[in-house]
């Protein structure tokens, strides 16, 4: 939500091909929706760098799932001393 920013993703491994590392630039305009499924950042690093001569604001959301009952602590890991 809000004014244009640019996501940067980067490969970590490097391109069998050409030998150098995959790079993508993904201008997000107000609405955009980006997801990243589960495994997305073992392959790739991602950032919104910092940009000159941008006007206005944007709003950042991020929802995160989680498996409750394997992130629980156990019952020796909640006690306090």
């Given at each position: 939500?809000?004014?244009?920013?640019?996501?940067?993703?980067?490969?970590?491994?490097?391109?069998?091909?050409?030998?150098?590392?995959?790079?993508?630039?993904?201008?997000?305009?107000?609405?955009?929706?980006?997801?990243?499924n589960a495994g997305?950042?073992?392959?790739?690093?991602?950032?919104?760098?910092?940009?000159?001569?941008?006007?206005?604001?944007?709003?950042?959301?991020?929802?995160?799932k989680y498996e409750?009952?394997?992130?629980?602590?156990?019952?020796?890991?909640?006690?306090?001393n």
């Amino acid at each position: 939500l809000g004014s244009k920013r640019t996501f940067f993703i980067k490969s970590k491994e490097y391109d069998a091909v050409t030998g150098k590392k995959i790079e993508f630039n993904i201008p997000l305009v107000h609405g955009s929706f980006i997801v990243m499924n589960a495994g997305f950042q073992n392959h790739w690093l991602h950032s919104i760098p910092k940009e000159r001569h941008v006007m206005g604001d944007r709003i950042n959301v991020t929802f995160r799932k989680y498996e409750l009952a394997k992130d629980k602590l156990s019952s020796s890991d909640n006690k306090e001393n």
